[in-house]
């Protein structure tokens, strides 16, 4: 996993449009998901208007901001019932006003753009990221540990080297970042 800033800077130029996606998500992220969905989709949505040629820079902002939801909320499982918060698909294009076609076609976009899977941590609520035994794997000497539970002299290397998302012990600190 490598180090990103969690940057919401973007170029002067796609500003305008920032602004319009991110009212659009901020709005139904506090009516529908939390705050933590807030940030990652304003996380995501400025990553797309810093690419060149930002592919934002083309269609409305009502289906960019569905499709960055939806690729956020497909990432982290918003669609499943058991998750908390959890919301259908339907209600999510509903609530944008975009067509099911459309929205797919953007979030899958936008995944592939970011390289968004559940794999991929960066895209992760940092809320989940305790339970997801994947974040924590790590090689040392050919073999498969749990960086948990290894010294904290190995935590601190695979940390530098981004191979994990914090340091265990200092997860208060993790957690305050973001």
Known sequence: ???????????????ETFAAIVAL??????????DEYARLIRRATAALCRKRPSPLG????????????HAIGATNFLFDPSQTPTLPALELYR????????????????????????????WQLASRVDKKPVAWMIRVNGLIIDARQAPREIQEIAFEKGLIP?????????DDKQ
């Open 1 to 15: 996993m490598a180090k990103t800033a969690r940057s919401e800077q973007v170029p002067k130029a796609m500003a």
């Open 25 to 34: 998500t901020d709005d139904f992220s506090r009516r529908h998901l939390n």
């Open 58 to 69: 083309t269609g409305k902002p009502d289906s960019w901001a569905c499709g960055i939801t």
């Open 95 to 122: 609530a944008f006003g975009v067509s099911q076609s459309n929205a797919l076609a953007k979030s899958r976009q936008v995944r592939d753009i970011l390289g968004m899977s559940p794999l991929n941590l960066e």
């Open 166 to 174: 914090y340091i265990p012990a200092d997860k208060k600190e993790f």
